[in-house]
């Protein structure tokens, strides 16, 4: 696939899920180097730049496509000719897929050892990397089952029930409103994410806060389960993580043209209603996400885009 049409497919959700998101983008630029028969390297660093900002700018939340295209062009100013810009940029990019996929698996280990024998899972939207830690805790032999929420306007849900349905794992769906009234069922609430900021708030599928609210309210602990390359370095400058608001189409159409549609599609969970998150690096509260992002990201990171 061309990097335009991963770009497209990103914005327009046919990729979607932040660590998908991070590995295809990662791909592109893989792709795009590849593909370069010119012999300027000047023109073919000019190139992978264009890529980076169109890939950055289809969605505008996740981190992860941030963090996935420095990681994959992080060497690029190393490279003396094309060749070796080539071979590093397609080095990178294989790393980054390759540490990906591991962290997933690796978080589910981790993350599965917080869930007991005979809990009752609730979760929400999509995510991998929570998926990895359910169904690993299955496999571990715990008797489990999972409520699942049907994540509108895109109703993620379904895949989700889908998936651990077809993994032999017991799941109901409920619809995202019924989150505070099954949560009286719940022992644990599990999610994915998007971003992770430097005080601990977890930035999220729409909904997440009332599931954090309501965790909290009831004495459930939430769990987070992110790769660490969904912390934000720039959220570390003070930077506010913008919020992507989609096509009002996907909430409802044909309505009296006064009626006014939003559709924020994330939310922010405040650190104080997450009991721990689960990254490949290890279990961690939310109020170390500074020492991930400087220790496992590094600061470096934060300055490659300026000049
Ligand atoms: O990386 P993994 O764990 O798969 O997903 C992380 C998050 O990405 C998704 O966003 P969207 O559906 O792309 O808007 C959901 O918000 C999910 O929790």
Redesign the pocket.
């Given at each position: 696939m061309k990097l335009d049409e991963t770009a497209e497919s990103i914005r327009t959700?046919n990729i979607?899920?932040?660590?998908?998101?991070a590995r295809s983008a990662a791909e592109a630029l893989k792709e795009l180097a590849e593909e370069y028969n010119g012999e300027s390297l000047i023109e073919f660093t000019e190139l992978l730049n264009k890529g980076r900002d169109t890939l950055v700018n289809s969605?505008p939340t996740?981190v992860?496509l941030w963090n996935a295209v420095q990681a994959t062009l992080k060497n690029v100013k190393n490279a003396e000719d094309v060749t070796s810009l080539k071979e590093i940029v397609s080095r990178d990019a294989d790393i980054f897929i390759s540490n990906s996929k591991k962290a997933?698996e690796t978080i589910g280990r981790i993350g599965a050892n917080r869930i007991k024998d005979g809990d009752v899972v609730l979760t929400?939207?999509?995510?991998?990397?929570?998926l990895s830690v359910i169904k690993t805790a299955y496999e571990q032999g715990k008797n489990i089952s999972v409520y699942a929420t049907e994540s509108r306007p895109?109703k993620?849900g379904l895949l989700t029930v889908k998936d651990l349905s077809d993994a032999g794992i017991p799941v109901t769906m409920i619809v995202d409103s019924a989150v505070r009234w099954i949560m009286k069922e719940i022992d644990i609430a599990v999610?994915?994410?998007?971003t992770i900021c430097s005080n601990g708030a977890l930035i999220?599928?729409i909904g997440?806060s009332q599931i954090g609210l309501a965790a909290h309210e009831a004495r459930v602990p939430m769990m987070v389960?992110?790769?660490s390359y969904?912390f934000s370095p720039k959220t570390m400058e003070g930077e506010i993580v913008e919020i992507e608001e989609r096509d009002t189409s996907e909430v409802a159409e044909n309505l009296p043209p006064n009626v006014r549609i939003r559709n924020p599609?994330?939310d922010s969970t405040p650190a104080e209603y997450i009991d721990c998150i689960a990254t490949e690096i290890g279990l961690i509260s939310p109020y170390a996400a500074y020492e991930v992002i400087v220790n496992k990201l590094g600061h470096e990171c934060l300055f490659e885009t300026e000049g």
């Open positions: 959700m979607r899920g932040a660590g998908l998101i969605r996740a992860s997933v929400h939207c999509n995510s991998k990397a929570a895109w993620q999610v994915g994410a998007d999220n599928k997440t389960c992110a790769e969904k599609v994330f």
